[in-house]
């Protein structure tokens, strides 16, 4: 099962609340970068980036034990069972899918949005455990750096598109063709749900994390 926890983008947003400095923040996404690109980081040199990295792990333990989301979690499993959907693509859409919609709310503050694009600048060395680490990682700041902000996580059509990149490759987790349509549906249910609850999301992580030492 997926682990839930914050996508790369809202880890960005995060980070912003105690500094701006690119290491900084391209480390608080790194580990999701790592998981995108199937490598693993090595221990970093740069202590901002390990800095940002360790930041990364406390944000996503904040985040997965904050009341507001579990119970999101918990709608979200419970509308998409009423709607057939089998448990194993279940769980993983409730739980990512309420994080890629709390990142389309995230994604229309203009800071939130600097901050990420600041990481994604950073131009200086990352440590990777893999060979190719580097070669793989470049390429994916090349296509990151080139894309829009995703202002399509606001719906649920926009988040079913990254789902099935994100679960395709996992036979028990990917929906079927028949399943997608519940699953846009409850997501385009969800969505105005998380606008609602985000201040307050935000508000239990920011209050279960302790300000980085400087």
């Given at each position: 099962?997926?682990?839930?926890?914050v996508?790369?983008?809202?880890?960005?947003?995060?980070a912003?609340w105690?500094?701006a400095?690119?290491?900084?923040?391209?480390?608080?996404?790194?580990?999701?970068?790592?998981?995108?690109?199937a490598?693993?980081?090595?221990?970093?040199?740069?202590?901002?980036?390990?800095?940002?990295?360790?930041?990364?792990h406390?944000?996503?333990?904040?985040?997965?034990?904050?009341?507001?989301?579990?119970?999101?979690?918990?709608e979200?499993?419970?509308?998409?069972?009423?709607?057939?959907v089998?448990?194993?693509?279940?769980?993983?859409?409730?739980?990512?899918?309420?994080?890629?919609?709390?990142?389309?709310?995230?994604?229309?503050?203009?800071?939130?949005?600097?901050?990420?694009?600041?990481g994604?600048?950073?131009?200086?060395?990352?440590?990777?455990?893999?060979?190719?680490?580097?070669?793989?990682?470049?390429?994916?700041?090349?296509?990151l750096?080139?894309?829009?902000p995703?202002?399509?996580l606001?719906r649920?059509?926009?988040?079913?598109?990254?789902?099935d990149?994100?679960?395709?490759?996992?036979?028990?987790?990917?929906?079927?063709?028949?399943?997608?349509?519940?699953?846009?549906?409850?997501?385009?249910?969800?969505?105005a749900?998380?606008?609602?609850?985000?201040?307050?999301?935000?508000?239990?992580v920011r209050?279960?994390?302790?300000?980085?030492?400087?």
């Open positions: 099962m997926l682990s839930a926890g996508n790369f983008f809202g880890h960005a947003a995060v912003s105690h500094a400095d690119a290491p900084w923040l391209l480390g608080a996404m790194l580990p999701d970068f790592a998981t995108m690109i490598a693993r980081l090595g221990p970093q040199a740069d202590p901002r980036l390990a800095e940002g990295v360790a930041h990364h406390a944000t996503d333990a904040a985040f997965h034990h904050a009341p507001a989301v579990v119970g999101l979690f918990r979200a499993e419970a509308r998409l069972t009423a709607r057939g089998r448990r194993g693509p279940m769980r993983a859409v409730a739980h990512v899918g309420v994080e890629l919609l709390l990142d389309g709310v995230l994604v229309q503050d203009a800071g939130y949005r600097a901050a990420f694009t600041a994604l600048g950073h131009d200086g060395p990352v440590a990777w455990a893999d060979a190719d680490g580097d070669a793989r990682f470049a390429q994916l700041l090349d296509r750096r080139a894309a829009p995703p202002t399509d606001d649920g059509a926009g988040v079913a598109r990254r789902l990149r994100i679960l395709g490759h996992r036979p028990l987790l990917a929906p079927t063709l028949a399943e997608r349509p519940a699953i846009v549906g409850v997501l385009d249910e969800l969505a749900r998380v606008a609602v609850a985000a201040t307050t999301v935000l508000t239990q209050a279960a994390m302790a300000p980085p030492a400087r």
